[in-house]
DNA sequence: GCATTCGATAATGAATACGTTAATGTATTG
DNA sequence: CAATACATTAACGTATTCATTATCGAATGC
């Protein structure tokens, strides 16, 4: 009877992931339905359904939800199975804030650990990846290098945790930006502000690093929200 | 085989939570014990033995620790079973930065949304039961106001996320933080800081009220790892 | 005596079985 | 006709079973 849902478990997906352990595996393969949209917030399935799908028996199905559930990406109420959770424009406030905190601390602990240039590398390939990308009116390569550059700088700071939790809250808001990537204003800016950033740490200047990383999130915080509300977007 | 292990459950631990389903419960006791410090760091059980102890069956046992795993207080490894984790020097530096990151944004969250003095009720009143205890000298009790303290600011700050982000770091250095209690300086300008930071609050004074609370933090956190440096422990 | 290989053991990961309980639809009653 | 009671069903939570595989120890060879 679950045979088949209205949304379809695409082959690549099915296969691609050739995981450790089922649970594991499970919760890559869910996790990537949600985040590339596959699976829209409110879909629901029980965990019967989910097993079927992804040709598993409940078991570690269920572990993986458990976990997808933590992650805030769904809830799993008894009786009704796992459900995508949408993001409200609170939602996004409550993330954005987190982000905003997080990742200035992770640009002041760069900046405060005197990296070498071999170490901002990275950095700075992802800058000029994202200033390409631009040029090219390629906003999705635009979004990769911007996504590698966040991770640069998270692994730079030094802080496993901090990069993990932060992680996890740009996984719970990602959908919401790929959706508006292509609606907001070019993010011009974002690049000049990536170098200053990159600056900031190489001289070891840590106010400076922080608080240009805050009022960028800050900034792009704002403005995603904006738009949100001009277009009363209210669950994605 | 799993009939007794070198620590026992103790009964009232075994009883007293009358949670819901098998897994809440099992986490919740597993916890407890974690934070009790009745499983020492390095502790190790497989999964059928802390079901024995549990007095259920592996499967809510593994679901359970699988959410401690990810709440970071234990790690399970195959074959091995769950092992309660260590808390080294340098994670204690990690969880402070996120948690001097996070709590002074909580403060600066809850200046900017001109609380009411009902709402602030709460932290006087936390405020005034640290006064109280420290007087007595106290510690434990100061130990529970001032986790009411930090409770009630994340409460105050609106956003959930964080609250449950900050409230799990916490947990994490809860052992350290109890056993480091009576050996560090008495916290006697903790409550002046508390005090402070509630006025900045009141006065909605965002900026003030962020930099108290992070140097607070930082100030705290340093003299906790000079102590641990100082007394040579590398493993909590 | 020491290292290595082989095999018994046990712990895990996953599937399956089972009892409980909430949701749904039907029948009954006012 | 509306509301309630009841029966049915299915989803879940947990226990149990099963296959796989790493680990530990003993036996063997050097």
Redesign the interface.
């Known amino acids: 009877m679950a045979a088949e849902k209205a949304i379809e478990v695409s082959a690549e997906i099915k296969d691609e992931v050739a995981a450790k352990t089922m649970t594991a595996t499970a919760h890559l393969k869910i996790r990537q339905l949600i985040l590339d949209n596959k699976w829209p917030p409110g879909y629901q399935a029980t965990e019967q359904e989910v097993a079927s799908m992804l040709g598993m028996s409940r078991t570690p199905v ?2 993986a939800l ?2 997808l559930q ?1 992650d ?1 990406l769904v809830s799993v109420v008894p009786r009704h199975g796992m459900r995508v959770l949408p993001i409200s424009p609170s ?1 996004m406030k ?2 954005y ?2 982000l ?3 990742e ?2 992770a640009a002041e ?1 760069a900046a405060a650990r005197h990296l070498t240039e071999e170490q901002l590398k990275g950095l700075e390939r992802a800058t000029a990846d994202m200033d390409k990308a631009l040029e090219r009116d390629d906003l999705d390569r635009w979004a990769q290098a911007d996504a590698r550059f966040h991770e640069q700088l998270l692994e730079l700071s030094g ?4 990069k993990s ?1 932060v992680l996890n ?1 740009i996984d719970r808001a990602h959908r919401v930006r790929m959706l508006t990537l292509k609606m907001r204003p070019k993010p011009v800016n974002s690049t000049r502000d990536h170098a200053e950033l990159v600056n900031a740490i190489r001289a070891g200047d840590v106010e400076k690093a922080g608080t240009i990383h805050r009022e960028h999130r800050r900034r792009a915080g704002r403005e995603l929200l904006d738009l949100l509300e001009r277009l009363g977007l209210n669950h994605l």
Chains 1, 2 share one sequence.
Not at 159 to 162: A, D, S, T
């Open positions: 269920r572990e458990m976990r933590q805030g939602d409550e993330i804030d987190i905003t905190s997080l200035s601390t602990l802080n496993k945790m901090l939790v809250f």
